[in-house]
DNA sequence: CTGAAAGCGCTAACAT
DNA sequence: ATGTTAGCGCTTTCAG
């Protein structure tokens, strides 16, 4: 491997002003700089990360937890935080959670061997806890907040775009309305059930525990929550399915129970997607930034890192879409 | 941080007789070993691998490089990857080429720097240049070949795939059967392309270049290779698409162009997929076995890691699913 | 089986 | 503005 020596060696200076004119360019006179500078270029020189992070005790590297890198959601929300760290020339190690705190405990370990300078985290249910492994390191909680006092987190309004899209079901007249909601253990699911319940309320519609299923945002528990509720004597009229994952799995059940949406059934589904646009009939949602709050969220932790204050919490704007998994309640059906 | 030093110190040992019973515990008497241990334990430490790293040249890490995360098939192959690598202890960085040579280049260049002990890489057209920054780093070429002389290549048999999805739609009467295939810098594209070719041949039905339509791997370049097919004034009864992203444009276009699938058009994929599963008429295709190719090339990446000799090149079988976008040639076309 | 000592490549003090 | 020196945390000779 070319190290700092042997580019020194070449440009006629110590190892020490050769690492001034790569990293401190202003600490060097411009003619020896432009030598050191030539010297790396000519000899292929790549500093070795490693001891410089040791040296340093930081590796210009942050370290980005994901719940679930198979959900097209989070894979955007990682190529933004990737896009942007990438900019500024931090490394990403990434890791996957599957939800698991367990595997989420794992990846912090493994994550402080590594000195990461930051942490970009899709909370579990034990964030909270597991963050003690890695102490003092600058932190921002993406989508989700763990609950921790003064977290930094950055995510999407989801009590107003919940609160819309029954606004929006209540507008073409439906009343039954289901919703099939994440674990409460996780917060963007407690907000996106608080904004159906407020949404109802405005509407002077009383709210039944019954039309309320949870399920742990697959698939399979949004395909087995919607034929448990579609089951029903009296069976809601629309439903409100509290994201994207679980979404599909909704979708599968209608059409396995015969429905027809949107005559017999509207739906409503949180973050948008290619499947939701193509599948027929295309799918209302609620639309969310998703690539933005990764790159917002790498954004803030870069600004953390180099010492800047900020505020707590970020939260952007969702965005309705109306397309054709929603229409009108029909009549006959009150 | 707590270091091996303080785990030592609470275990009455030296740093290097620490360092021994963590890692080379069989050079280590029991009784000391188990001291250690538990001092480990109780301080909570975790090794610093860059200064690992640093000492022994190498740092548990592999690199891997995709060229677009945001594709499904792409993430289950990183996603493969990474379970496998962290079975065995090893950390995963991970890049996203975007497809552009250039983006690669950088990729790799950071990885250098981070002494990775090997590297799994989705080849573009310019790989086999830009591996000269990484020289004689243990490296496996996933679903693709770059071209290297005595390249690690784990890959599916696209040839035979792309060959069977043609003899089902020979086989259902199709004889103007159209093709939209990637770039022709990309073995896969070469690849599939060559199925099609011999399976057309093997059913005596001469091979018309006009029906070949090649695209950049991308949805609107489905789109638009496959508008222009189907505007042609004799159009193809039958298409058959060279990846995933390419076959939601063309099936899009079909959409555009209000053609009944399979009615007027058949239309098979190559690539599985949930919106391939999910979209009606759901999609015929060849499907790969996408996770086991990342398990796979990690295994045999850490198989030559650990200094192994193995075969070159694996290919793993793909397998063709009828679904219904595909039926046989209406009466009357011919 | 264990300890002492050196050094991986780099950068931050401290000199000059 | 540049050189000298020391040391980041760890592993690995080399002795004992």
Known sequence: MIGLYEVAQAAGVSPATASRA??????????????????????????NVLARGLRTRGSRTIGL?????????????AKGVQDTAEESGYTVL????????????????????HLPQGLIVVPTAQTQEN???????????????????????????????????VQHLLSLGHRRIGMIVGQQDISTARERLQGYREALESAGVEYHDSLVLPGN??????????LRLLSRRERPTALFVGNNEMTVGAVL??????LDIPRDLSIVGF????????????????????????????????NLISGQRLQGSVRLP?????????????????
């Open 217 to 226: 945002h697959r698939e399979a528990d949004g395909r087995l929550a919607a």
């Open 271 to 302: 973050d948008d997607s290619r499947w939701a646009q193509t599948m027929s009939p295309a799918l209302s949602v609620v639309s969310q930034p998703t690539y933005e709050l990764g790159q917002i969220a790498c954004q803030h932790l870069l």
């Open 318 to 334: 969702t965005r309705f879409v109306h397309r054709q998994s929603t229409g009108p309640l029909p009549a006959g059906q009150e």
């Open 94 to 113: 990434m890791f996957n959670s599957d939800e698991q705190p367990d595997k989420e405990r794992r990846a912090l370990e493994t994550l402080h061997g």
């Open 253 to 258: 059940a209608t059409r396995e129970l015969g």
């Open 22 to 47: 790569l990293h401190r360019p202003e600490l060097v006179a411009l003619r020896t700089r432009e030598r050191v500078e030539q010297a790396a270029q000519q000899l292929g020189y790549r500093p």
């Open 65 to 77: 937890i994901v719940t679930d890198i198979l959900n097209p959601f989070h894979a955007t929300l």
């Open 131 to 165: 963050l003690a492994v890695v102490p003092g390191l600058p932190t921002i909680e993406l989508d989700r907040a763990s609950g921790r006092e003064g977290a930094h987190t950055v995510m999407v309004d989801n009590v107003a775009g919940s609160r819309e899209a």
